[in-house]
Each structure stands twice: as structure tokens, then as C-alpha cells.
């Protein structure tokens, strides 16, 4: 296998875990509904194959426009601004997603089991 064969598995090796960790996150999370965490997985995963695929892309424009730089940089610059672009949105529909997980997190953790109780309590009475 060639070496950029080679660095695009690895790649996608690394994607994957990234994917399996965020997985694991969110399955920590008991009290979101696993509807809700499948689509936040699907998310995830999306957006850093998004941005590692642009940035695949990029590299590769990029090293090309070095090579030929008159020639290239007037075809290639605007499109090195598209991958950049993509890989900006891609970061931030992460950062979006790390909200709204860390939301769901904090509700979880605002569920003291003793006021749960309490209720309870209070409804026999």
C-alpha cells in the first residue's frame, strides 16, 4: 500500500475511536433519551469526518499550489478558502453539540436523588 493509503487509514482509525469515545459519553448521560444520543453521535461523527476530509483536501490543494505557485494560486486560493470554511463550520457544529451535551450533563447532575424521594413522599401523604 502507498503511504497516503496508509495515513488515510489511520485517519480513519483515529475518527473512529474519536466516535467510540463520544459514544461512550454520551451513554453516560442517563437521564437524555437514546434517540436524542444517536443523533448527537451522528453529528459528531459527521462533523469530524467533514473536517478531517477537508482538511485531507486542503493538504493536497495546498501542497500543489507550492509546487506550481504561479500557475496554481489564482485556481487554488479560492478554493483552499472553501476548505478552510468547511473545517470552521465542522468545528463548530462540535462546539454547538460539546453545549449541548454539557447541558444535559449539568441536568442530569441537578437531580438530587433525596428531593426525588421527598416528592414521592409528600404524594402518599
Avoid at 483515529?14 to 467510540?20: H, I, S
Wanted: aromatic share 6%.
Amino acid at each position: 500500500m502507498s503511504e497516503t493509503v496508509n495515513k488515510q487509514i489511520d485517519r480513519l482509525k483515529k475518527t473512529e475511536k474519536k466516535v467510540e469515545q463520544f459514544g461512550d459519553l454520551l451513554d453516560s448521560i442517563e437521564s437524555t433519551e437514546g434517540k436524542k444520543k444517536m443523533l448527537w453521535k451522528e453529528i459528531y461523527e459527521n462533523a469530524v469526518t467533514d473536517r478531517e476530509n477537508a482538511g485531507l483536501l486542503f493538504t493536497d490543494a495546498y501542497n500543489n499550489m507550492a509546487i506550481n505557485q504561479t500557475t496554481e494560486h489564482a485556481t487554488l486560493g479560492p478554493i483552499l478558502t472553501k476548505y478552510l470554511e468547511r473545517m470552521c463550520k465542522s468545528n463548530e457544529q462540535i462546539l454547538r453539540l460539546a453545549e449541548l451535551v454539557a447541558k444535559a450533563e449539568e441536568k442530569a447532575a441537578l437531580i438530587d436523588p433525596d428531593d426525588i424521594f421527598a416528592q414521592i413522599g409528600q404524594g402518599k401523604e
